[in-house]
């Protein structure tokens, strides 16, 4: 189960090597942890919904709290101190483009503030509820999640938009296929959040940027649906689809999408490479883009940066043979 005040499963726990806990009190200085909010305290405090019944809508405490905030910094000091401000009123998981629709009626008729909601991991205050009088229903897409298309000549796969990066893969490389979208948050976001938020990934220099990679789809807004069919390139008029783009669910909910897909490499290898200064892997990665080598990632890390990486994963050894050979 997905931890409720942090990122990463409960099943999951990674302890810190004790050399990284001294290597942290020397980077930040000796710290007190507060102490962490109780969960059953927290959901204790999750006033009364406001809204009104609906069969689609879960308004238990519990649930509203594990919708309340998203996973940036600020968000999870609030969740780790308990200290919520606001709760969505009731969450509703639809299964299908009709009951998405069916909510948006619901929500429209009750005069309620709809906040559509893939996998929570927004590090804006996307889908942190607001205080105020109106009652507020989130919109948990992740029902949404079959691969319902794959046409493997034009390389088109169609996804209800709620699939999370690790379903997607799989659902796709059991055919032979990729997309080749790794934004850090693959484990829990959405194919819908990475196209309204226009999401970047770990490979976009070779697969594409999700602009590149999104074809087509469907939105379905409380005016009515609007079918965006995945067409090569049209010379008529602006693209619809770049308005989608980045729409951060104000238009409506995109409840399908078609995504350009690639056959699954034959192998894929990743180096590390380690340089005795930032300037010289600014000219490094300089040169290999310049020479234009189809790598599908290139990323650079500052010194501060991998010493931490390496310090909080153990590796003592490398760090000293590091300072060896690179001094
Ligand atoms: C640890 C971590 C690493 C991250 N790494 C990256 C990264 O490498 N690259 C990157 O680009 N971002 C990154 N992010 C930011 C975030 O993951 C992205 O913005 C992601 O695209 C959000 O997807 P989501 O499904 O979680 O959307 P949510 O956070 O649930 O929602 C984000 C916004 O999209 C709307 N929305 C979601 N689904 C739909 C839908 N189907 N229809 C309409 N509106 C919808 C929501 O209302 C909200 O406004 C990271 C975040 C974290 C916490």
Redesign the pocket.
């Known amino acids: 189960m997905k931890r409720w005040n942090g990122?990463g499963e409960t099943s999951i726990t990674n302890e810190l090597p004790e050399n990284a806990g001294v290597f942290l009190d020397t980077a930040i200085g000796a710290t007190t942890p507060p102490k962490d909010a109780a969960l059953a305290d927290v959901v204790a405090a999750v006033p009364q919904s406001q809204l009104t019944e609906h069969p689609l809508i879960n308004t238990d405490a519990d649930m509203r709290l594990r919708h309340a905030r998203?996973?940036s910094f600020p968000d999870w000091l609030a969740l780790r101190s308990g200290s919520i401000e606001a709760f969505p009123d009731g969450v509703a998981f639809p299964q299908t483009d009709a009951q998405v629709k069916t909510l948006l009626d619901f929500a429209k008729e009750h005069d309620v503030k709809l906040?559509?909601?893939?996998?929570?991991?927004?590090?804006v205050g996307?889908?942190n509820p607001e205080p105020g009088d109106r009652p507020i229903l989130t919109m948990n897409?992740q029902r949404l999640n079959r691969m319902r298309r794959l046409d493997t000549a034009s390389r088109l796969a169609t996804f209800g938009?709620?699939v999370a990066g690790p379903n997607l893969e799989a659902q796709l490389r059991a055919k032979g296929y990729t997309l080749g979208h790794y934004?850090?948050?693959f484990e829990?976001?959405?194919l819908?959040?990475?196209i309204?938020?226009r999401?970047?990934?770990?490979q976009s220099r070779g697969y594409g940027r999700i602009e590149d990679l999104f074809a087509g789809g469907k939105l379905v807004a409380p005016a009515g649906e609007l079918e965006m069919p995945p067409l090569p390139a049209s010379a008529a008029g602006p693209d619809i689809r770049e308005m989608v783009m980045g729409s951060?669910?104000r238009l409506?909910?995109?409840?399908e999408a078609t995504v350009r897909v690639s056959q699954l490499p034959e192998k894929e290898v990743f180096h590390s490479v380690f340089f005795p200064d930032f300037e010289a892997g600014k000219t490094a990665v300089r040169q290999i883009v310049q020479a234009d080598l189809p790598l599908s990632m290139l990323r650079l890390s500052t010194g501060i940066e991998t010493e931490t990486t390496l310090k909080l994963a153990g590796h003592e050894r490398l760090i000293s043979t590091l300072e060896r050979l690179l001094r």
């Open positions: 990122w998203g996973q906040i559509p909601y893939g996998g929570g991991t927004s590090v996307h889908i897409l938009a709620g934004p850090q948050s829990y976001s959405t819908g959040g990475w309204v938020t999401s970047s990934g770990q951060e669910g409506g909910i995109v409840t």
